[in-house]
């Protein structure tokens, strides 16, 4: 399973993100949002989607933080 996660440094909910996986032993990809081409890249893929996290599972959106949380519970 490829998981991708775009992130903002300053950002809580990224944070608990990568801490929630590194406590599941997931791996991970992470790109930052700070960076304005990463940023073009996510707002290309979900053009309506503003918050961060964002996670990607084998390329499919999976969402934000709630929804890692409740995947990962299962």
Same mark, same amino acid.
């Given at each position: &399973? &490829?998981? /991708?996660?775009?992130?903002? !440094?300053?950002?809580?909910?990224? $944070?608990?993100?990568? #801490?929630? &996986? $590194?406590? @599941?032993? %997931? +791996?991970?990809?992470?790109?930052?949002?700070?960076? !304005?081409? %990463? &940023?073009? /890249?996510?707002?290309?893929?979900? !053009?309506?989607?503003?918050?961060? !996290?964002? %996670?990607?599972?084998? +390329? %499919? @959106?999976? +969402? +934000?933080?709630?929804?890692?949380?409740? #995947?990962?519970?299962?």
């Amino acid at each position: &399973m &490829m998981v /991708e996660i775009f992130t903002l !440094p300053d950002c809580s909910d990224s $944070a608990a993100a990568k #801490r929630l &996986m $590194a406590i @599941h032993g %997931v +791996g991970y990809a992470e790109r930052d949002a700070s960076n !304005p081409a %990463v &940023m073009a /890249e996510l707002q290309r893929r979900l !053009p309506r989607e503003a918050s961060l !996290p964002q %996670v990607f599972l084998d +390329g %499919v @959106h999976l +969402g +934000g933080y709630d929804d890692l949380r409740l #995947r990962l519970a299962n």
